[in-house]
């Protein structure tokens, strides 16, 4: 910026002259609605106006692309959505085969725990005839040895 009489100057009206005729003289850069591509094309589910400006059919264009992008993502948000309920639904039916494995296993412990016990129970029981005979037998072999020496 250059001053003027000590005060600056917010502007340089020469300078923006300049630029506005320089711009005028530009060829435009308007892209054709013709040669929009299909994916930038207005979704099927819309159409426009016979009564409609061109510049409302661009502005309507591109406010129905963004909420068209919009919607697309949360189709994907629900597609994301879906895999994670699969997986939730996967993960179910895991945790309910392996309850099922574990019921099963507490069961087996159970039968084979029935099983010890009943053998400890049965060898408690033999041996305890073992000791009662031995006992008996000992009995009878001091009754016989008593007699012998009377």
């Keep these: 910026m250059r001053g003027h009489n000590g005060a600056a100057r917010p502007f340089d009206v020469n300078q923006i002259e300049g630029e506005i ?8 850069r308007i892209q054709a609605v013709e040669s929009i591509p299909r994916a930038l094309a207005v ?3 819309v159409s426009h106006r016979d009564d409609a400006t061109e510049i ?3 502005s309507a264009e591109a406010i129905v692309r963004e909420y068209e992008v919009t919607a697309k993502e949360i189709e994907a948000m629900g597609e994301f959505l879906k895999e994670m309920a699969q997986r939730c639904e996967r993960l179910n039916a895991s945790a309910s085969t ?3 494995d574990i019921k099963t296993t507490a069961a087996l412990y159970r039968k084979e725990g029935k099983r010890i016990f009943n053998e ?4 408690s029981s033999a ?6 005979l031995c006992e008996t037998f000992r009995d009878k072999i001091t009754a016989t040895t008593a007699e012998g020496t009377a």
């Design 56 to 58: 409302g059919k661009l």
């Design 21 to 28: 005729h320089e711009a005028v003289q530009r060829p435009a």
């Design 43 to 45: 979704p099927e589910y």
């Design 120 to 123: 400890i129970e049965s060898c």
């Design 98 to 100: 392996m309850l099922k």
């Design 127 to 132: 041996t305890d005839e073992v000791r009662q």
